[in-house]
């Protein structure tokens, strides 16, 4: 029996992974009020979208909407490119949650909400319906697991705290990229997450801040949004970068935010994710999990080398803008960066430039 420790995106996509393996598998989520929301910017990369379909996760329309690439602006420098290839997804958090929930039912997941994982001592589980014997966990227990603290995986928060914060407006999108409005220490990022959905999360480092004082930051975007009605509670996390020492220990494996994250600047975490737990049930199906810790540095190498290029330029105005101005001259080279994070090829195989450390 595999236990998956965390009812999120990532959880429930390693569970029906588990069970297209013909693997028996139970989920338990602390949460019970349904459906599960999280901060999010809630684009998904066309990779995620391709492993969505391949596992037959349907999502209401009201609940999504396209995005065909990514538009960064910074100032009246404007880069745009679309995705090389497919598209990809604006959902809202709580239709996700649905989709993949009706896919779990279908495939005969156990989904237990409402309970509580409390402990681990390496053989056995403390949850708060009672003691569980897991032949193998994943622990999909998201940016602050608790399962990193108790495996010893975790190497702690990193030097800078970043924050994010999101906020829904009712309103038709008024593009069909992803925008990312750069400014000094902050990023606004637009999601068309729905028909009459408009996504917005920000991130900043420093102190903790509210929407709407952050929005003051980029005018232009405040101009869009003025007079729309508000869609959804503010919600936020942080601090972002959390890290790991590894992913593996003895029969439980890191998956998703569990198993490190860095920034949500490139918005492919869910994609990652869903990648981590199809390479864990692999690895756990074939009789060897610690082959997943080799897999994950794979997956994981590129777009953290990317995310790192560009928190480095985000502290530095002038290289930020002069990336910006390059690929808005460069569109195609634009449009195979995004291919790159969204998992193509760019680092000489065998070079790991980041352990999410
Ligand atoms: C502001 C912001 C913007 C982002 N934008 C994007 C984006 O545009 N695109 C993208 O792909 N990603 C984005 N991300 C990242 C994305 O949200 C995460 O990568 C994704 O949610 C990870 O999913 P997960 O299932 O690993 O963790 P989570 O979604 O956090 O799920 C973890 C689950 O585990 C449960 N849990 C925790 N502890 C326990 C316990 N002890 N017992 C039982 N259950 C437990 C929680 O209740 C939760 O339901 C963004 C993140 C932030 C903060």
Not at 102 to 124: F, H, K, N, Q
Not at 136 to 148: F, I, K, N, V
Not at 257 to 264: F, I, K, N, T
């Amino acid at each position: 029996m595999i236990t998956v420790i965390g009812g999120g995106p990532v959880g429930l996509v390693a569970a029906l992974y588990a069970r297209r393996a013909g693997l028996p598998v139970q989920v338990l989520e602390r949460r019970s009020k349904l459906p599960l929301d999280k901060a999010c910017g809630e684009g998904l990369m066309p990779g995620g979208v391709g492993l969505l379909d391949e596992l037959g996760v349907v999502i209401h329309p009201d609940g999504q909407a396209p995005f065909s690439g990514v538009r960064w602006i910074d100032g009246d420098v404007v880069a745009d490119a679309p995705f090389p290839h497919g598209v990809g997804r604006g959902i809202r958090r709580t239709y996700l949650h649905e989709g993949l929930m009706a896919a779990s039912a279908d495939a005969g997941v156990d989904v237990r909400l409402g309970v509580e994982v409390t402990g681990w001592d390496g053989a056995v589980l403390t949850t708060s319906d009672g003691e569980v014997r897991p032949d193998h966990l994943l622990a999909c227990d998201g940016l602050h697991s608790r399962l990193r603290d108790w495996t010893n995986l975790s190497a702690g928060p990193g030097p800078v705290a970043r924050f994010g914060l999101r906020r829904h407006y009712r309103g038709v999108p008024w593009t069909d990229r992803v925008e990312v409005y750069w400014g000094d220490g902050a990023e606004a990022y637009v999601t068309p997450a729905g028909p009459e959905r408009i996504g917005i999360a920000m991130l900043w480092s420093g102190e903790k801040a509210r929407f709407d004082k952050l929005l003051t930051r980029f005018p232009r975007l405040r101009d869009r949004v003025v007079g729309l009605p508000q869609d959804s509670q503010d919600q936020g996390a942080g601090p972002l970068h959390q890290r790991v020492r590894g992913v593996v220990a003895g029969r439980c494996l890191l998956v998703g935010d569990a198993s490190g994250y860095l920034d949500a600047l490139t918005g492919e975490g869910m994609a990652l994710g869903f990648q981590q737990a199809r390479a864990a049930v692999a690895a756990i199906q074939a009789g060897n999990p610690f082959g997943y810790a080799a897999e994950h540095r794979r997956i994981v190498r590129q777009p953290v080398a990317l995310m790192q290029l560009l928190l480095v330029a985000q502290r530095r105005p002038w290289l930020r803008r002069s990336i910006i101005r390059s690929l808005a001259a460069m569109p195609r080279v634009f449009s195979h960066v995004l291919q790159l994070n969204d998992g193509g090829d760019w680092l000489p195989s065998g070079r790991t430039p980041h352990k999410l450390d």
